[in-house]
Each structure stands twice: as C-alpha cells, then as structure tokens.
C-alpha cells in the first residue's frame, strides 16, 4: 500500500518516447518521486488516422500500455501511477468514441483540440506549433482574421465537450501561446471573453475536470498557465473543478511552475483541487507547496 505524503503534488497530463517526450515511464516515475509526486498519471498523445510528428503510432500502443503497467507494479510502494492517453478531437475522424481507445482500459481520459480546419492541400492546421506556421495558417485558411481562427478553437473545444466528453479538458487557452511577442487578439476583447465564458458555461454543465496546464510557463511561451488567472477566477465561480497539470514532456519539467500555478488557483478563490486516488475522483485541499493527500 502506498504511503501518501501530506503534502505531495499530483500531475495526470504528461507524454513520454511513444509520442513527444523524450524518456521511458520508468524514468518519468524516478524523476515524479524526486519531485515529490505522490499521484502519476501518463497520458500519451493517442493515435490519429493522419500523418504528424507527436502521436504515439499504433503499433506502439501495446508497448506502452505494456511499459506503464510494468512502472505501476515497479513502483507501487512509493507512487501511485495511472494510464491515461490524450485524445485529439477532431470532428468525424478521432475522439475518446473511438472503439480501438474505448479497448484499451485508460484509468481516465484528457480531451485536447490542438487542429483547426485544413489547409489548401489537405494537411491538418495544428495551433500548437511555431508562431510562423500559425501565422501561415491565420492567413491562408482564415483570410487573415485570427478571431475567426481562434472561435473556431473554440467552437470545436464546446463540440468536444458535446459529443465525447473526457474526463480531463487539455489546456483550454492554449492558442494563447503564440499572443506573447506578437499578439492576435487581447483577451480583453469582447469577442473573445464571451468564447470564454460560453465555453466555461459548458464545461460547468458538463462536469469535466479543467486542469490548470504550466506548460507555457516553464516553456517562456505565456506569463499564466493554460487558462489564464482570470479564466480562473469565472471557473472557480462557476463550481468547475480544477486540477494542477505540467504536461510534461522531460522528466525535469514533471512539477514545473507548479507553485506559481499554485498561487494563482488559490488567488482564483479555490481552496481544493480535484484528483483520481484508489481509482477515484475526488477533492483535496491546496496548499501553495503541494496538495494534502
């Protein structure tokens, strides 16, 4: 049986060598618990029926699926640790309602939209990529006009939370990565605080866990995580539940910004954060050096 430390950080958003990371699970759990992680979560990208660069393949998902549960058997006295995959959305082609993600038993999900419409010639329009290519897609898909690019983002994280609704919402704002040295849209404007706030509405409805990404912190690509402090703030009065997540890509980057996440969920007026423990989720108070467990 594991013993939880009282204070420890939990982190269910994270990659590995079968997609974008760079090291085996084994590494990441040694690297978790030096970073006094006490809950692990591993969340491949899941496969997609089109080319890209980050997925894991579908050859490799008995693999991996293989490698966390030797991890999980390896470990379990001193981490608890969960299989998990992050599912693209993208319509008609792969969401968690596909029958070969439904088979493999994930102890949860995390829903993430990272492609927005296509370009001339057929290739996948992805926002998480370098600031010239979402330029390129800005101009030559949307005319120009990144509001449209990003309601359509958003459009299609509420299609998401509508049609196959994971247990995990992946980085909600994360199209804001590409605002810092030249911004598209200010998130003052009206436009795009009312696609905040009726996407909010909707995940409040739909009582997925919203997690509260450091990635763009740690990575220099925002000064707030993924959402924003005051994404938060109307979260939090909303009732929508949170979590603290680093997406990790690098073993060191498990608890990045962690405690400055930390910070801001709690000036957001939180006082708990949501975790999955012994197969279940549930709420535990958040203190800004970790989670009482």
Not at 46 to 54: I, K, L, R
Not at 279 to 293: A, D, E, F, M, S
Request: net charge negative.
């Amino acid at each position: 049986m594991l013993t939880m430390s009282k204070t420890a950080w939990t982190n269910y958003h994270s990659h590995t060598h079968y997609c974008d990371g760079t090291d085996s699970a084994e590494a990441y759990a040694k690297a978790a618990i030096a970073q006094n992680v006490a809950i692990y979560g591993f969340s491949t990208h899941s496969p997609v029926p089109f080319e890209n660069a980050w997925s894991i393949k579908e050859a490799d998902v008995a693999s991996y699926i293989n490698e966390v549960n030797a991890v999980k058997e390896a470990y379990q006295d001193r981490l608890e640790v969960y299989l998990s995959m992050e599912v693209d959305f993208v319509p008609g082609l792969t969401s968690i309602h596909d029958p070969k993600i439904n088979s493999l038993g994930l102890d949860y999900t995390v829903g993430s939209v990272h492609y927005v419409e296509k370009f001339a010639d057929g290739k996948r329009f992805e926002i998480d990529y370098t600031h010239s290519y979402f330029d390129k897609g800005i101009a030559e898909i949307f005319n120009g006009d990144a509001q449209k690019c990003v309601t359509r983002y958003y459009e299609l994280t509420r299609q998401m939370l509508t049609e196959a609704k994971p247990d995990i919402l992946g980085h909600l704002d994360k199209i804001k990565m590409h605002n810092k040295d030249k911004p598209h849209f200010l998130e003052t404007d009206g436009w795009y605080r009312d696609a905040i706030m009726e996407t909010l509405e909707l995940i409040a409805k739909s009582g997925v866990i919203m997690e509260v990404n450091t990635r763009g912190m740690y990575k220099k690509l925002s000064s707030e995580p993924y959402p924003s402090a005051w994404i938060l703030k109307e979260a939090n009065a909303l009732g929508i539940p949170v979590m603290i997540n680093s997406d990790s890509h690098v073993p060191r980057e498990i608890t990045g910004q962690f405690e400055a996440a930390a910070e801001i969920v709690l000036n957001a007026g939180y006082k708990e954060v949501r975790i999955f423990r012994d197969h279940n989720w549930q709420n535990k108070p958040l203190t800004p050096k970790g989670i009482l467990l």
